[in-house]
């Protein structure tokens, strides 16, 4: 280790408890309303500590309570949602590797054309064409499957750009000398590129994960069908903000219930995380 | 570095593959996604920019670039330019800053790195509706709970009517929105960086401050351009639902950015030909933004 | 092209899965609605009801988000081809599904072809005059109304020395209890409403008889000029700027948020929808309700309020099949036995007169003091040209920019002459675009 002194391990500790304070405070904040009474939820300023309701809201919401979900299992939901959050993570992950690949180490006629082309779709948001977009999917039959959930988010450049970035840092003489090697374009992407990048999949997926786990505004256009549905569809149909009662106790054990999947991902890919390229290992 | 200043184009490693077929191949499913699910709707929305139209499109009139000239001669169009770069501005400098500090703090310490980065992390998994809600219970002025502590320290605080303060809350609410994101990948960035270099600079007596500026500041480069692209085009296009549940570009038009006007107008108001000729105008500006801090920002990023 | 192929492709696969899970000779009808919480069960149950109570038809209610979400969704898929069959469009689509003729089939048609009379009078007519042409042919279906009512919290009034039993009844007794509520200290502020714009605009409009727009408010033309700037809107939103600057009035925001400043205890007064009760019941506070209040000094005040919430809409070009099977689920829904449930259950306004009276004579009123004064409200009279609602193509966009107008005028930065002048020009302009002139 560079710097052993413990001064500096404490300050590093100080100011990253500091950011988990400020930047964890809303799960917290979930957390302590999902211990609360719904009386307590209702009448605000709510409370700072958690509350004394914890078994029974959880109870509640897990045996029984989440029924306003509308004749679907919560397995069935958070079966779709991971079923989306993945496919959409692998899909994108897929794609965008072997694009920023072609870009970075290949040299073609239109290259610039293409990376653009891909680069652009960054920006225009699915509210924005959601009329076309939605034609697209009755056309091709898409509506209801899972294709239909997840191919459109896959089109997204954020994965090219990081993967072009990352591999603009790979020095010359790496290819080089695997060219010298005899390394064909397939090798040396399997056997240099990709080890390389696992920090970065690592990012990716979890970021994507995330992204395709909080989806909701694309599944409920594309979905007709109550068990096609996802957790964050189901939860948003607990929510009432005008005409009706919410119960909030148990919308925010169920927001704590579906964040528990992204926090196991996190976890899982931290393995990943490791130092890696020049330096041996440890 | 000194080795910036010499390469002319993008620089690129030099060794390439020698292949005629391949790079297509490679492209080849993106494009057919990209082209698919993003070319021709886009194509269809340019279309619809030129044309006036009923929600249901039972009559459809095409008016060239009416929609066009009506938007920019609009001066609440051209007020929300002003307020879309403070807000652009602030949220991508809020949020890579600190992201970027707090990564590299969770960079030196060994103990409880893997803790530290689940609960930087996670907060991006709370649903935004929920998100909402916890901003209402936090920051309303009658009944938040930080705002009930600002004002017993004294703060005046009201963003429902203080235009100001409400451009503070949003911000910080797409600021927050994001960090975690920035958090990531910087942490992936540092991952990528090889400690014998900085322990070589180390050796060599350079101060903690002087290593992170000479050393890892220049390699993240590649990372920091990323998430500067990124955060920008964040900003510029995936913040109206943070605006419409924190202040719904209120009080007046405080806060209503470009996106969020496309957004509203579009989506809620049903105002679609207009919505349409304003998306095609935030694209162009977010291009054309891009473009510039690939040729005069890339320049200064410094690539193996 | 060679996408159409395999849409085609694609599209002949995806008919012959379709068409082998519903071979059952049972017409399917789907429902997109935007219900969440407590009355998304409703929405379920209502449904398997339905579909237990008879054979040849299946009603499939689906979720579709908040109601903007769910009307675009509708949008979308209308022109896709794809509509679905019912749609749940909120008080302020109203317009937008008017303008769309063709698109949308009366239900009034819809339950005369399927074998069912529509008799008008038996509808309460507050609500049916809101989602009917001037002729009064019903176009949509009333599922959820509420109108805007006034609540109290007893315990803060009692320590303001007011009458816990007698809750203001006019603008300015309301102001009176509001400043008294803030100058004993019962409460850090008297009164707070929430959506401002469906509360003192379009409802007071009609309940105190005073004209929203030309041409009946919009509901006998499309070209709409705005008359929010008359004497009396002005005399009402200076005094509300007035209390503001107070601290007497609190702004809580565009919609609903309002009504959580009032859980809280932080003010005593508040005027909200009718649907907002179950929050308010389920908090536990010593809570007391009263008809919204009037402006004395307008004539023939008041007359009747306008419904808020949402109505069912039909869309055209379906089969004669489908359309039997929505007027037997229509017929199902305005039955009195499900219309007093769903008004005691869930608090909507009941839709039908015969459904009025059963819950009448069923003594529900009398344990559940208050909860008939939305219905009163809107009963009272038979309404005239300025109380049958508000109808714009782009009542949306309307409301925004009255906000912005009223929240400068709050901060203090206009008077209420100001604001509402320039609520009226900016308003009519936009009107004119949204129309095409």
Redesign the interface.
């Known amino acids: 280790m560079i710097d052993n002194r413990p001064s500096r391990r404490i300050i590093a500790h100080t100011v990253l408890l500091i950011g988990v304070f400020i930047i964890a405070f809303p799960i917290y904040y979930t957390f302590v309303a999902s211990t609360h009474s719904l009386q307590t939820i209702l009448r605000p300023p709510l409370p700072l500590i958690p509350g004394g309701h914890f078994l029974e809201n959880y109870t509640t919401a897990l045996f029984g309570g989440i029924g306003r979900i509308g004749g679907v299992g919560v397995d069935r939901l958070l079966w779709n949602s991971t079923i989306v959050a993945v496919l959409i993570a692998v899909g994108k992950i897929f794609i965008s590797i072997l694009s920023a690949y072609a870009v970075v180490f290949f040299r073609f006629p239109l290259r610039m054309t293409f990376f653009w082309l891909i680069f652009i779709t960054l920006m225009l948001p699915v509210e924005v064409r959601i009329l076309p977009t939605y034609k697209v999917m009755v056309d091709f039959g898409l509506i209801d499957t899972y294709a239909g959930l997840t191919l459109p988010l896959m089109a997204s450049a954020t994965a090219t750009l990081l993967f072009r970035q990352f591999f603009m840092t790979i020095p010359g003489e790496l290819v080089e000398a695997a060219r010298v090697d005899g390394a064909g374009p397939w090798r040396f992407f399997k056997d240099i590129l990709l080890p390389l990048s696992k920090t970065n999949i690592a990012a990716l997926f979890v970021i994507q994960f995330i992204y395709g786990w909080t989806q909701y505004l694309w599944p409920l256009l594309v979905t007709n069908r109550n068990d096609m549905g996802t957790i964050v569809i189901a939860l948003r149909k607990m929510i009432s903000f005008a005409d009706a009662d919410t119960e909030w106790h148990l919308v925010m054990v169920t927001c704590i219930l579906a964040i528990l999947p992204p926090i196991l991902v996190v976890v899982l890919m931290q393995r990943w995380f490791v130092r890696g390229l020049v330096e041996t290992e440890k | 570095m000194t080795k910036v200043g010499g390469q002319k184009d993008?620089?690129?490693?030099?060794?390439?593959?020698?292949?005629?077929v391949?790079?297509?191949l490679?492209?080849a499913?993106?494009?057919a996604?990209?082209a698919?699910?993003?070319?021709?709707?886009?194509s269809?929305?340019l279309y619809?920019s030129m044309l006036?139209e009923?929600?249901?499109?039972?009559s459809t009139?095409f008016v060239g670039l009416a929609n066009f000239r009506?938007v920019l001669a609009d001066p609440n169009y051209l007020h929300s330019f002003q307020v879309t770069i403070i807000f652009a501005v602030a949220t991508a400098v809020f949020a890579m800053v600190?992201a970027l500090?707090?990564a590299v703090?969770?960079d030196?310490?060994?103990r409880?790195r893997?803790i530290?980065?689940?609960?930087?992390?996670?907060?991006?998994?709370?649903?935004?509706?929920?998100?909402g809600?916890?901003w209402?219970?936090?920051f309303?002025p009658?009944?938040?709970?930080i705002a009930?502590m600002l004002r017993s320290l004294g703060i005046s605080w009201d963003p429902?009517?203080?235009?100001p303060q409400a451009m503070i809350l949003v911000v910080a609410a797409a600021a927050?929105k994001q960090?975690?994101?920035n958090f990531?990948?910087f942490?992936?960035g540092l991952?990528?960086?090889?400690?014998?270099l900085?322990?070589a600079a180390?050796i060599d007596g350079a101060g903690?401050t002087k290593r992170f500026w000479t050393i890892i500041f220049p390699?993240l480069a590649?990372?920091s351009?990323?998430l500067l692209?990124?955060n920008t085009?964040y900003a510029?296009?995936?913040t109206?639902g943070i605006i419409h549940a924190v202040t719904?570009?209120?009080?007046?038009?405080a806060t209503e950015t470009l996106?969020y006007k496309?957004?509203?107008?579009?989506?809620?108001?049903?105002?679609?030909g207009e919505?349409?000729a304003q998306?095609v105008i935030?694209?162009v500006i977010?291009?054309a933004l891009?473009a510039v801090q690939f040729r005069y920002v890339e320049r200064r990023v410094h690539?193996? | 092209m060679k996408s159409r192929g395999i849409s085609t492709g694609l599209a002949a696969a995806v008919t012959l899965l379709m068409s082998s899970t519903s071979s059952f000779a049972v017409t399917e009808i789907s429902w997109w609605h935007a219900m969440t919480g407590a009355n998304n069960e409703v929405v379920e149950t209502l449904s398997k009801e339905f579909n237990e109570s008879q054979s040849d038809y299946k009603v499939v209610p689906v979720f579709k988000g908040t109601y903007p979400e769910t009307l675009n969704a509708g949008i979308a898929a209308f022109r896709a081809k794809q509509a679905p069959d019912i749609i749940q469009v909120f008080d302020v689509g109203t317009g937008v599904m008017m303008a769309a003729e063709g698109a949308v089939k009366p239900v009034a048609e819809v339950l005369s072809e399927g074998g069912a009379t529509f008799d008008k009078s038996q509808y309460l007519p507050g609500i049916v005059a809101y989602y009917s042409k001037p002729d009064g042919t019903m176009l949509s279906f009333p599922y959820n109304s509420s109108s805007p009512i006034l609540y109290y919290n007893k315990d803060i009034f009692q320590k303001a020395g007011l009458d816990v039993d007698n809750p203001p009844k006019t603008w300015p007794e309301v102001w009176e209890a509001a400043k008294k509520i803030k100058t004993s200290g019962a409460a850090p502020c008297g009164y707070t409403s929430t959506w401002l714009t469906w509360i003192h605009l379009e409802n007071f409009a009609a309940w105190n008889n005073l004209p929203y727009g030309t041409n009946e408010n919009g509901l006998a033309g499309l070209d709409v000029n705005l008359e929010i700037n008359a004497p009396l809107y002005v005399k009402h939103f200076q005094e509300i700027a007035d209390l503001a600057k107070e601290g007497v009035f609190r702004y809580g925001g565009r919609t609903s948020e309002a009504k959580q400043i009032f859980l809280a205890g932080e003010c005593g007064i508040l005027t909200e929808s009718s649907g907002g009760l179950g929050d308010i019941v389920k908090s536990g506070m010593n809570y007391g309700i009263g008809q919204l209040p009037y402006e004395p000094e307008a004539e023939g005040a008041p007359q009747n309020t306008i419904p808020g919430g949402a109505s069912l809409w039909v869309f055209g070009g379906k089969s004669d099949e489908k359309y039997k099977g929505i007027a037997a689920f229509f017929n199902f829904l305005s039955s009195p036995e499900i219309q007093a449930r769903l008004h005691q259950v869930s608090g909507y306004l009941p839709v039908t007169l015969k459904a009025y009276e059963e819950t009448k004579a069923s003594g529900f009123y009398e344990k559940n003091p208050g909860r008939e004064t939305p219905i009163t409200q809107m009963m009272g009279k038979a309404p005239t040209e300025n109380s049958r609602g508000v109808r714009l193509v782009n009542l949306p966009q309307v409301r925004d920019i009255e906000n912005e107008e009223f929240e400068k005028m709050l901060a203090g930065q206009q008077t209420a002459q100001q604001a509402l002048d320039s609520a009226v020009s900016r308003g009519n302009a936009a009107i004119k675009q949204a129309i095409g002139q």
Do not use: C
Not at chain 2, 36 to 42: N, Q, R
């Open positions: 993008h620089p690129v490693p030099r060794a390439i593959f020698p292949n005629k391949l790079p297509y490679l492209l499913p993106q494009l996604i990209t698919i699910f993003f070319y021709w709707p886009a269809q929305a619809q006036r009923d929600p249901f499109g039972l009139q009506h600190p500090y707090l703090m969770a030196k310490v060994v409880g893997g530290y980065r689940t609960l930087l992390i996670w907060p991006y998994a709370v649903a935004p509706a929920i998100a809600m916890l209402l219970f936090l309303n009658s009944i938040g709970t009930v429902l009517l203080n235009g927050w960090i975690s994101y990531l990948f942490v992936a991952q990528a960086i090889p400690k014998s900085v322990e180390s903690e390699l590649p990372t351009f990323f692209v990124i085009v510029f296009f995936d109206f719904g570009g209120g009080p007046g038009k996106v496309v957004y509203n107008d579009g989506f809620v108001n049903l105002i679609l919505s349409a998306s935030l694209m977010v291009i891009t690539y193996g």
